[in-house]
């Protein structure tokens, strides 16, 4: 996969022609990802709900520990992007203009009503048709704990959603078999398109963010040790899911494969199956230290005086934004629109952004798998099966193990 990146920078820089004309090739492995994501989360999400029927308490604490997560590492990503837009100050004397455009019809704020009013789904095909995960969440959650409360009537369609999962399993490592090849043309695109000039645009806001990127990668290995986990184990089974979100520059196409490495893992499947798909639209951790470092940039650029009050005006405002806008599209320059206007600077600046926007889209996305896995093992140890219970029946119900848990060094 790496090599993939590799090869596939260093081709479109060479012969953009080539590397421009690969894009149809990444276009396709992308959509074919896509295309098993609903299916994956609805019938994971709905076996999980259903397996923990019998222990709403357990349940509950699953989703109380997970949810106490996400709101805490979103946190500690945008006060490390604060912490080091105190200390590199990227954006001080920065005569930028807008290099990239702003979509039309942005929201300026979250709107609540509308956000939980969305998570109801009217008409649940659809929704699913639409991709949207979130209200494919509520209705897999109601339909699993329904099922479960059915007890053995509701069997037959639980194993055939076992099958369909099995199947949408089976259709992933197909599609994941050809990932070097299209992270390849992907890479090869990108540079090709962009060129290097826009690679290395803005070069000290992209080097604040890959640093904190790795702060927040550091913080991780933390967190997974504290687990009971060897993080550079941890670290090494997940690689493949992280690397493909940052050369596709989405998260989503990374959560199929990677429920695969965390039953692996040995986690169980009904923890995955919860925490992993909310995790993938409430814990964008990359995302969060992204829009505590655009907005401080940005804010210094305008040549805004970033005083106590207004730090923490953004590091509240970006905590409840970034969560708020998990089912809108463009999701995270809604939540930047959201806090520029609550610390009184032009939307308009979102434009000096967007214009190399994708080479910081590469590394947030990495660090949203990458915590996510954090989140998922915090979960295990704090809110999931107790103490001596198998931790990897589940995912060898679909001969996912291959070895065993690692322990604790």
């Not at 040549?303 to 405002?317: D, E, K, P, R």
Request: aromatic content about 6%.
């Amino acid at each position: 996969m790496a090599l993939g990146i590799g090869v596939g920078l260093t081709t479109g820089t060479l012969w953009p022609d080539l590397g421009a004309a690969l894009q149809p090739i990444g276009t396709a492995f992308i959509e074919a990802i896509r295309m098993v994501v609903i299916p994956l989360v609805f019938c994971a999400v709905t076996l999980g709900a259903s397996r923990m029927a019998d222990d709403a308490g357990r349940l509950g604490r699953t989703a109380l520990v997970a949810f106490g997560w996400f709101y805490l590492a979103s946190a500690a990503s945008i006060a490390i992007a604060l912490a080091l837009n105190a200390v590199f100050h990227p954006g001080l004397g920065a005569g930028l203009v807008a290099s990239g455009h702003i979509p039309q019809n942005l929201p300026l704020r979250v709107d609540w009503v509308k956000f939980v009013l969305d998570l109801i789904p009217s008409n649940i095909v659809a929704v699913m048709a639409a991709q949207k995960v979130l209200p494919t969440l509520v209705f897999a959650m109601l339909f699993g704990l329904a099922l479960g409360a059915l007890g053995e009537g509701a069997r037959p369609v639980t194993a055939a959603l076992e099958t369909v999962l099995s199947a949408m399993f089976r259709i992933t490592r197909w599609v994941v078999a050809v990932a070097p090849l299209a992270v390849f043309a992907i890479s090869a695109w990108l540079a090709a398109t962009q060129g290097l000039s826009a690679l290395i645009a803005l070069a000290k806001l992209s080097g604040t963010l890959y640093l904190g990127y790795a702060l927040l990668f550091g913080l991780f290995l933390i967190v997974i040790r504290l687990t009971g986990e060897r993080p550079l184990w941890a670290a090494r089974q997940v690689i493949g899911p992280v690397l493909l979100a940052f050369a596709t520059r989405s998260s989503e196409v990374a959560l199929p494969p990677h429920i695969q490495c965390l039953e692996r893992m040995g986690v169980p499947e009904r923890i995955v199956a919860v925490v992993l798909p909310l995790g993938y639209s409430f814990n964008l951790d990359g995302s969060a230290l992204y829009l505590g470092a655009a907005v401080t940039f940005l804010a210094e650029a305008y040549g805004l005086h970033l005083s106590g009050s207004a730090l923490l005006t953004i590091l509240v405002t970006t905590l409840i934004a970034s969560k708020g806008v998990a089912n809108v599209p463009a999701s995270s320059l809604v939540a930047l629109a959201t806090v520029l206007t609550a610390i009184g600077l032009p939307v308009e600046a979102i434009a000096v952004i967007t214009g190399i926007d994708a080479v910081l889209d590469m590394g947030r996305a990495g660090i949203n798998v990458f915590g996510n896995t954090a989140a998922v093992l915090v979960v295990r140890r704090l809110g999931g099966l107790p103490d001596g219970a198998p931790a990897s029946v589940e995912a060898s119900a679909h001969g996912l193990v291959s070895h065993p848990a690692s322990p604790a060094a």
